[in-house]
T-cell receptor, first 112, second 113 residues
Framework: GNSVTQMEGPVTLSEEAFLTINCTYT??????LFWYVQYPGEGLQLLLK?????DKGSNKGFEATYRKETTSFHLEKGSVQVSDSAVYFC???????????FGEGTQLTVNP | NAGVTQTPKFQVLKTGQSMTLQCAQD?????MSWYRQDPGMGLRLIHY???????DQGEVPNGYNVSRSTTEDFPLRLLSAAPSQTSVYFC????????????FGPGTRLTVT
């Protein structure tokens, strides 16, 4: 079956620090990969996506590269801000299954 | 454009009570789904619908019913609430079942005592 594993949280950083949140996956078929973000009290929003191997998704200073050889899609940001404090979910989608499979989520807190 | 709306935002139930969580979208999306979010478990799919009159089970359907009489609405019914159903519930919609970009509502926080 399909599954997504994220690094355990929570993660606490100081403003302007470098962020990495690890994500690995297993899938039957050829998945598309996503990062969703959930700000406090809100629903999930799509942050970035990659639909094929070696694609790099990017948005709001965040980046993630689809690595088929290591089945990974790690999220990075060079300089985090307090406003980046949120829960981040890695997810995959396989067309044949027609559903998103989510990781456990990683809570990020950025202190000023 | 309201997107995906959910009501209520918060609810407390006693064991054995029933209730309906409401979800509506105004984007004319075919595909709608319900997830529950529990600490350390991410989001798990409860039920989904690929169009009016068509519903199917997800990963964790037991204890929940759904119906889809219109394109816009997709209510989730708890028939006899149990403490294990304490969770945050999210409704989501997308253009079609093949569309990976889902739009999420703000969630309903449910506590069952």
């Amino acid at each position: 079956g399909n599954s997504v594993t994220q690094m355990e949280g929570p993660v606490t950083l100081s403003e302007e620090a470098f962020l990495t949140i690890n994500c690995t996956y297993t899938a039957t078929g050829y998945p598309s990969l996503f990062w969703y973000v959930q700000y406090p009290g809100e629903g999930l929003q799509l942050l970035l996506k990659a639909t094929k191997a070696d694609d790099k998704g990017s948005n709001k200073g965040f980046e993630a590269t689809y690595r088929k050889e290591t089945t990974s899609f790690h999220l990075e940001k060079g300089s985090v801000q307090v406003s980046d404090s949120a829960v981040y979910f890695c997810a995959l989608f396989v067309t044949s299954g027609s559903r998103l499979t989510f990781g456990e989520g990683t809570q990020l807190t950025v202190n000023p | 454009n309201a997107g995906v709306t959910q009501t209520p935002k918060f609810q407390v139930l006693k064991t054995g009570q029933s209730m309906t969580l409401q979800c509506a979208q105004d984007m004319n999306h075919e595909y709608m789904s319900w997830y529950r979010q529990d600490p350390g478990m991410g989001l798990r799919l409860i039920h989904y619908s690929v169009g009016a009159g068509i519903t199917d089970q997800g990963e964790v359907p037991n204890g929940y019913n759904v119906s889809r009489s219109t394109t816009e609405d997709f209510p989730l019914r708890l028939l006899s609430a149990a403490p294990s159903q304490t969770s945050v519930y999210f409704c989501a919609s997308s253009y079609s079942r093949e569309s990976y970009e889902q739009y999420f509502g703000p969630g309903t926080r449910l506590t069952v005592t």
